[in-house]
C-alpha cells in the first residue's frame, strides 16, 4: 500500500528548497542553514564591511519557495 504525503511533506519550507544550504551536522541538536535565494547581504561590524546570507531554520518559509528539481 501507498503512503500518501501528508500536508507538512507538502509545505514549501526551507529544507525542501533548493536554494537552502544546511549547515548542521547530523549529531546537531538543532538544525539551522543558510538562504542562498538572494545575494548575501552586507553589514556593517567591527572590521569593517562584510557580507552574510541569512540563517533560518529548516521549517521556515520566506515566498520564494524553490523546489527541488
Known amino acids: 500500500m501507498t ?3 501528508s500536508f507538512t511533506d507538502l ?3 526551507c529544507e525542501r528548497c533548493r536554494h537552502w544550504h ?3 551536522e547530523t549529531r546537531d541538536e538543532e538544525r539551522h542553514g543558510l538562504c542562498r ?3 548575501p547581504i552586507p553589514v ?3 572590521e569593517g564591511v562584510t557580507s552574510i546570507y ?4 529548516p521549517d521556515e518559509t520566506c515566498g520564494e ?5
Open 3 to 5: 503512503k500518501l504525503p
Open 11 to 13: 509545505l514549501p519550507t
Open 22 to 24: 544546511e549547515l548542521t
Open 37 to 39: 535565494r538572494f545575494p
Open 44 to 46: 556593517m561590524d567591527e
Open 54 to 57: 541569512p540563517f533560518t531554520a
Open 65 to 69: 519557495y524553490g523546489a527541488q528539481q
